[in-house]
């Protein structure tokens, strides 16, 4: 989960910075925060017993935000189609490693 959460923040880096200026420091700027609190929820998820479904949890919140932010970015055509094929594929990756480790999780 942490790499591929790990690529979809570099992907979204490429493609962030061929937004017009209006969304690249706005929207641009918010899907990046986001998804990197989803990776530092993914790494406190691994690396702690104690909380790891209230930050499993937490990640799973914020893919949906981002998929949400992102289907806005091309709505407002800031995202090709093939970007946002692209950078939803791996949102749902992650979003399905993210739903297994949670019931792994809580099976424990």
């Known amino acids: 989960v942490y790499t591929e959460s790990y690529d979809l923040l570099l992907e979204f880096f490429r493609h962030a910075?061929?937004?017009t200026k209006e969304y690249k420091y706005t929207l641009g700027?918010?899907?990046k925060n986001e998804?990197?609190?989803l990776v530092l929820d993914v790494?406190?998820?691994n690396s702690?017993?104690?909380d790891r479904v209230g930050n499993i949890q937490s990640a799973r919140e914020r893919v949906e935000v981002v998929r949400l932010l992102?289907?806005?970015l091309r709505d407002l055509h800031q995202?090709?189609?093939e970007h946002f094929v692209a950078l939803n594929t791996s949102i749902e990756s992650v979003?399905?490693?993210l739903s297994g480790w949670l019931r792994k999780s809580q099976s424990v």
């Open 17 to 19: 910075k061929n937004f």
């Open 29 to 31: 700027e918010q899907v």
């Open 35 to 37: 998804i990197i609190a």
């Open 43 to 45: 790494y406190r998820a």
């Open 48 to 50: 702690s017993q104690v």
């Open 70 to 72: 992102l289907r806005l």
């Open 79 to 81: 995202l090709s189609i």
């Open 95 to 97: 979003s399905r490693q």
